[in-house]
């Protein structure tokens, strides 16, 4: 089974809304972290937000947040006022505390429309 | 301080010819992950050190690729006899620590294309 699930290979959004992408995740550790990473078409990695599983509040940072439902495994990230440089490959990625290695979905594409 | 820094940034190499990578991650971080990202796609995990441990070549694909950490700083990552199918980017990313929020930092890649 995939440890990461991202169903939106592709997303387009009005410059200056917000947009959801979603992530589900696969894990029987009880003790994880959920990572959102972006890649713009310099092809870095940039680090956008953290969400621990035992993190009572969902994660904010800037326009960022994550949509933690834990119960339904789901860590989506909203981008509010959506600018121009936010076109880029998304990536959500999970880390479990009992192994080594990092998670990472096949991404969403988003495309800020002008 | 230095990010994560990797070189060659481009290799082309004729099938066949063994390669190797170079990772310097950032300094005092135990962790380091190396990945492969095949155009278009998301990352494939490849092998992961941490401190002294021995390292988890789970991801590897197959025996032609290995990793070596010297003295828990740089890596190598070495493919031997290359495949037009290894052609992709290969990343590394090195964490401080392996829990809580840890992110990886990222390297800007290594570029190889097998002809």
């Known amino acids: 089974a995939q440890k990461i699930t991202q169903t939106q290979p592709g997303m387009f959004v009005q410059e200056k809304e917000a947009v959801t992408l979603d992530c589900t995740y696969d894990t029987s550790d009880p003790s994880y972290g959920l990572f959102w990473y972006k890649q713009p078409s310099s092809g870095e990695m940039i680090f956008l937000i953290y969400q621990g599983s035992y993190d009572q509040q969902n994660a904010t940072e800037g326009r960022y947040s994550l949509n933690f439902q834990k119960a339904r495994k789901s860590a989506n990230l909203v981008i509010s006022a959506s600018q121009l440089g936010d076109s880029a490959m998304y990536f959500c990625a999970m880390r479990e505390d009992l192994g080594n290695q990092f998670y990472f979905g096949t991404g969403t594409s988003l495309t800020v429309i002008p | 301080g230095a990010g994560v820094s990797q070189s060659p940034s481009n290799k082309v190499t004729e099938k066949g010819k063994d390669v190797e990578l170079r990772c310097d991650p950032i300094?005092?971080?135990?962790?380091l992950y190396w990945y492969r990202q095949s155009l278009g796609q998301g990352l494939e995990f490849l092998i992961y050190?941490?401190?002294?441990?021995?390292?988890?070549k789970s991801g590897l694909p197959s025996d032609r690729f290995s990793a070596e950490r010297t003295g828990g700083s740089v890596s190598t990552l070495t493919i031997q006899r290359t495949q037009q199918e290894d052609s992709a980017v290969y990343l590394c990313?090195?964490?401080?620590?392996?829990?809580?929020?840890?992110?990886?930092?990222f390297g800007p890649g290594t570029r190889l294309t097998v002809l």
């Open positions: 050190f941490q401190g002294n441990s021995a390292p988890d």
């Open positions: 300094s005092g971080h135990t962790a």
């Open positions: 990313a090195s964490s401080l620590r392996t829990s809580g929020d840890n992110e990886q930092f």
